[in-house]
């Protein structure tokens, strides 16, 4: 967790690699069993060539990041957009990147939200806003 004043332009960073076993865990706690996730003859005929992984899959990354590491413990989600820019596929390094725009007062922090995958192509670009735990001090 950070512990410090934070202001605009601040960033996180942390990356994870998409295991096999996160789609089919993601897939059996959703009930999302869509074929180009799961099915490798379905995917090889889609126009992915591969089975690629959930898209809130790894939206669900950046609520992990938020909740856990930055802005940390406490943090309360209130909103995220998400535009899915290229697909994800297994075995990828996704980059998940925060940065803090401003805050529409001093309870509420506005985030970039990206993810990039490991050539740098931005997979999912959104903002959240987000009230920072109690440890945060937050200034624009």
Not at 131 to 137: E, F
Request: aromatic share 8%; with cysteine.
């Amino acid at each position: 967790m950070i512990e410090k004043n934070i202001t605009s332009g601040f960033t996180y960073k942390k990356s994870v690699v998409v295991t096999e076993k996160m789609v089919q865990d993601f897939a059996s706690c959703t009930g999302d069993n869509n074929p180009v996730h799961l099915n490798e003859n379905y995917a090889k005929a889609s126009k992915f060539k591969n089975k690629i992984a959930h898209g809130l899959l790894i939206g669900s990354f950046i609520s992990a990041v938020l909740g856990n590491e930055f802005p940390g413990h406490g943090t309360i989600y209130i909103s995220q957009s998400l535009n899915f820019k290229s697909p994800v596929f297994i075995n990828d390094t996704i980059t998940i990147l925060i940065e803090v725009l401003g805050g529409s007062n001093v309870n509420r922090m506005n985030l970039k939200t990206l993810c990039m995958n490991q050539d740098n192509n931005i997979v999912i670009d959104g903002e959240a806003i987000v009230i920072p735990p109690s440890n945060i001090n937050y200034s624009d």
